[in-house]
């Protein structure tokens, strides 16, 4: 009988090792820097996916920590220097940084390189002359201004999806990225749209992605001569800022068709200016894509946006990270396309709140652990 309890006592040790095995018990922690310009709007936004990529690399047995390092005044490229500085001195295993100046921070950068720690960028694709990183993911920031010129046009009357010109074929899983819009306006009479007076809320003036947006924008947009582009102003990505820019045009501009913000939370504060001062009846369309954003075009708020990944940032930020840290590099690759594309109202459940994303194979990761 003791033999018995004895060999039962062995069986259930073993089977409640099982798990832990099977789960990479014994992998080491992850501890994972993330570096924004801020963490308000469309970065938090990617923390939020960077914590749920978090959780379900811990249901598959792997300890993954996200510390954020940011402040909210995004001007001041002074702070995400010190951001990355501090986790340099905490010895993360990778940093995942969007750049608000890339310039102004490959110092601190490079400093993290040489103490043997991976970078990953987002919010671009473009590889940085004197930055040395892993894995780029992001989207064009000139191809996101590209898009966001052909759904202005389809909004003041061109063909596409969103205003009263030809209706485009496109169901609501098609990408309305370059590629479509390029073939929607191939044959397209620019002359047809006219007298359409539009106004354009920048970022920060100067800045490589309001530059990069703006070039963009404009090259669809100027091809369209009755659209004439009343006034530009920065607003530096802030959403207070964008008010008091939206009700700066407004005050100044009786009769307007469109207001074109470089990113959603300046496109916000368009709205709220437009609702303050009873200017309804204007297109607002913006870039970017957060669950706030995503809501505002369902209720017609905003008339489209550019979706520019924030998710995907997160999601895949932290994927590769932990590849990153495990010496598997080698998997990892050296730029992820988000493709900017369009959400508008047909479309934005594929947006959120079930953004698609693939399944991550945290089981190849734990196989591969150890691996020479």
């Keep these: 009988m003791k033999k018995c309890i004895a060999l039962w006592l062995f069986v259930v ?4 090792l099982i798990p832990a095995c099977s789960f990479g018990a014994d992998l080491p922690k992850v501890r994972i820097g993330w570096a ?4 308000t709007g469309v970065f938090k936004t990617a923390t939020d996916f960077m914590e749920k990529a978090a959780l379900d690399a811990k249901s598959a047995g792997i300890d993954v920590e996200i510390i954020t390092r940011a402040e909210p005044d995004e001007t001041q490229v002074q702070n995400q220097v010190n951001a990355l500085e501090n986790l340099v001195q905490l010895q993360v295993d990778c940093i995942i940084c969007s750049p608000g100046d890339a310039e102004a921070i490959k110092p601190a950068l490079q400093t993290a390189t040489d103490a043997g720690i991976p970078i990953i960028l987002v919010n671009m694709l473009e590889p940085q002359e004197g930055i040395t990183a892993a894995s780029y993911i992001g989207f064009d920031n000139q191809m996101a201004g590209t898009v966001s010129g052909y759904a202005l046009l389809d909004a003041l009357g061109g063909p596409g999806v969103l205003g009263e010109g030809e209706k485009a074929d496109v169901s609501r899983d098609d990408y309305l990225d370059l ?3 390029s073939e929607i306006y191939a044959n397209f009479d620019y002359s047809s749209i006219k007298d359409k007076k539009v106004a354009v809320i920048e970022g920060i003036a100067g800045n490589f992605y309001s530059n990069a947006r703006l070039k963009g924008f404009h090259e669809v947009v100027d091809k369209a001569a009755g659209i004439k582009i009343v006034a530009t102003l920065p607003a530096d990505w802030d959403r207070q800022k964008g008010i008091a820019a939206t009700e700066n045009i407004l005050q100044s501009n009786a009769e ?13 504060g368009s709205s709220i200016a437009c609702e303050n001062l ?32 924030f998710p995907e940032w997160g999601w895949y930020g932290t994927y590769f990270a932990v590849q990153l840290a ?3 590099g080698a998997d990892v690759p050296p730029t992820f396309d988000v493709r900017p594309r369009i959400a ?3 479309n934005v459940d594929n947006f959120y709140p079930n953004t698609k994303l693939e399944n991550l194979d945290w089981a190849s990761v734990i196989a591969k652990y150890g691996q020479k």
């Excluded at 297109?283 to 979706?307: C, F, H, Q, V, Y």
């Design 326 to 328: 495990y010496g598997q």
């Design 36 to 39: 924004p310009p801020n963490i």
């Design 256 to 268: 307007l068709d469109a207001i074109w913000s470089a990113s959603n939370e300046m496109g916000i």
């Design 278 to 309: 009873g200017r309804s009846g204007i297109i607002l369309t913006t870039n970017d894509g957060t669950p706030e954003s995503i809501d505002m075009i369902r209720e017609g708020k905003l008339m489209a946006e550019t979706w520019h990944g």
């Design 344 to 346: 508008y109202r047909d």
């Design 179 to 181: 590629a479509k819009w």
């Design 13 to 16: 040790f073993v089977v409640a």
